[in-house]
């Protein structure tokens, strides 16, 4: 039985992940009348430590606050995670994911935790087949993020200073990944195009991975 693929979507809020996930996900199941999909996201609350996490996320305040406990929080949270869709992808199943440890490696990170410190907390999760960060300045995120959410936003959102370090962090992810924990799967997207030309990006490299007879445009 071929193994599932386990792909993830990261990027600053507001960067066009959650759009471009649903546009994956149809058309993966539609590619093969045999594609089952399971797809989550991280923090989950499949455990207490990812409701913990949520909290620490949906807090207000100084988005400097509560570092080393979300580190500590998500890395559990993803042991469980774990458990539940590795099972999956033995049996086929192709598992897509909103945000996985490299929002720990960029918030936190922004947040100063060292990168030693949050790959030593997920030295054991497994791995991504393949990793969407579709960048945006934080600029353009919180322009996004305004007409959205109006004011009423999450104290990471809100603070440009501090989304331009995660973006930073962001940018960094290509090489530290591969160094710390032999993660080689990330593909950077151009998010500041227009939506349709993100899509096709997002599309042609998914075929050239997993289904390199596709012709591509």
């Known amino acids: 039985m071929k193994r599932g693929e386990f792909i993830v979507l ?7 992940k959650g759009a471009n996930m649903k546009k994956l996900i149809e058309y993966i199941y539609n590619s093969s009348r045999s594609k089952t999909l399971f797809i989550t996201r ?6 207490e430590n990812g409701k913990n996490a949520r909290r620490i996320l949906n807090q207000d305040g100084n ?8 580190v500590v929080y998500f890395a559990r949270n993803r042991e469980t995670h774990n458990k539940i869709f590795i099972p999956m992808l033995e049996k086929g199943i192709d598992v897509i994911s909103d945000r996985y440890y490299e929002s720990n490696f960029c918030f936190q990170g922004a947040q100063g935790i060292s990168y030693h410190e949050i790959a030593n907390a997920n030295r054991n999760a497994r791995r991504p087949d393949l990793t969407f960060i579709i960048d945006v300045t934080a600029e353009e995120a919180d322009r996004r993020g305004l007409i959205r959410d109006g004011k009423n936003r999450r104290k990471f959102d809100s603070n440009l200073e501090f989304m331009t370090k995660v973006r930073e962090k962001y940018l960094e992810m290509g090489e530290v990944l591969p160094k710390l924990l032999g993660d080689r799967s ?7 195009q227009p939506p349709e030309e993100v899509w096709e990006d997002i599309k042609n490299i998914y075929n050239l991975k997993f289904n390199p007879k596709t012709k591509t445009n």
Request: charged letters at 25%.
């Open 63 to 70: 988005p400097y606050e509560n570092s080393k406990e979300a």
């Open 186 to 192: 990330i593909v950077y997207i151009n998010g500041m």
């Open 42 to 47: 991280e923090p989950n609350e499949f455990d």
């Open 10 to 16: 990261e990027g600053l809020n507001f960067c066009g």
